[in-house]
């Protein structure tokens, strides 16, 4: 195995090197989340990584802010070194009753709210950059985004998810 230094200076694709996925902490730590198989996590995290890439490209639904995530299911079983049936698995288990409610949840924000939430939780924009792309004060956004997780926490209760 070639020895790892590191150093101030990165050469052509070497950058790559130091590139990772995020998988959210709850999708390890919370018993909610158990039954996900670990392939099924890996994958989520490919697949916010794909969405963080198309947010940076402007891929996405005006109307309602939902970002598009182009990858495809030959693409996953590429990255995932998976046959077609077991990447459609892996993705089915992603789909969840949950997820399902958090796009009808999204639908109910207004356009400007919706962004606000996404900005924050899909593409890990600070406040600062919110306020900036928005024209609302940093503590407005902080109390807009406390708002609209108090509003998802109660619509998922409402609905006996939480």
Same mark, same amino acid.
């Given at each position: 195995?070639?020895? &790892?230094?590191? #150093?101030?200076?990165?050469?052509?694709?070497?950058?790559?090197?130091? +590139?990772?996925?995020? &998988?959210?902490?709850?999708?390890?730590?919370?018993?909610?989340?158990?039954?996900?198989?670990?392939?099924?996590?890996?994958?989520?995290?490919? !697949?916010?990584? =794909?969405?963080?890439?198309?947010?940076?490209?402007?891929?996405?639904?005006?109307?309602?802010?939902?970002?598009?995530?182009?990858?495809? +299911?030959?693409?996953?079983?590429? %990255?995932?070194?998976?046959?077609?049936?077991?990447? @459609?698995? /892996? /993705?089915?288990?992603? %789909?969840?009753?949950?997820?399902? !409610?958090?796009?009808?949840? /999204?639908?109910? !924000?207004?356009?400007?709210?919706?962004?606000?939430?996404?900005?924050?939780?899909?593409? #890990? %924009?600070?406040?600062?950059? &919110?306020? +900036? *792309?928005?024209?609302?004060?940093?503590?407005? +956004?902080?109390?807009? $985004?406390?708002?609209?997780?108090? *509003? $998802? =926490?109660?619509?998922?209760?409402?609905?006996?998810? @939480?």
């Amino acid at each position: 195995m070639p020895e &790892i230094i590191l #150093s101030d200076y990165f050469y052509g694709d070497e950058s790559e090197e130091f +590139v990772y996925f995020k &998988i959210p902490r709850q999708l390890i730590t919370n018993p909610k989340f158990k039954h996900v198989s670990t392939d099924a996590k890996l994958l989520y995290g490919m !697949l916010l990584d =794909r969405m963080s890439l198309s947010a940076r490209n402007d891929w996405y639904d005006k109307d309602t802010w939902r970002v598009y995530i182009y990858y495809t +299911v030959e693409e996953i079983c590429e %990255d995932m070194t998976c046959g077609r049936d077991k990447a @459609m698995k /892996l /993705l089915a288990e992603l %789909d969840t009753k949950k997820s399902r !409610l958090i796009e009808d949840f /999204l639908e109910t !924000l207004s356009p400007e709210n919706r962004a606000i939430l996404m900005r924050r939780h899909w593409f #890990s %924009d600070s406040y600062g950059e &919110i306020a +900036v *792309q928005t024209g609302l004060s940093e503590k407005n +956004v902080s109390v807009r $985004l406390t708002r609209i997780r108090k *509003q $998802l =926490r109660h619509y998922f209760e409402e609905r006996g998810v @939480m």
